[in-house]
């Protein structure tokens, strides 16, 4: 790899040029970090949208309990008063 200041040639996984200092640029390193970034950010969304789930289901099934006890309440009230 040569430098882009100098023109210097240097090992091909060096990361400054051995005579200038130099940051060498490296293709493939920036888009490793790419990818790693999105890798990220899609398991940052997945562990949240699974916590929101959770939360959901834990509400929407207390408040299906809640229902079922009102339910049976009107119902054996019902049996008890003679209605049916």
Request: glycine share 2%; aromatic share 20%; net charge positive.
């Amino acid at each position: 790899m040569y430098c882009p200041t100098c023109q210097n040639q240097n090992n091909k996984n060096a990361l400054f040029c051995k005579s200038c200092g130099t940051k060498l640029y490296h293709p493939q390193q920036e888009k490793k970090s790419r990818n790693s970034v999105s890798d990220k950010l899609l398991i940052i969304f997945c562990f949240v949208f699974f916590l929101l789930l959770c939360i959901w289901l834990k509400i929407f099934i207390f408040e299906l309990q809640k229902f079922y006890k009102i339910v049976n309440l009107l119902t054996e009230s019902r049996y008890n008063y003679g209605f049916y």
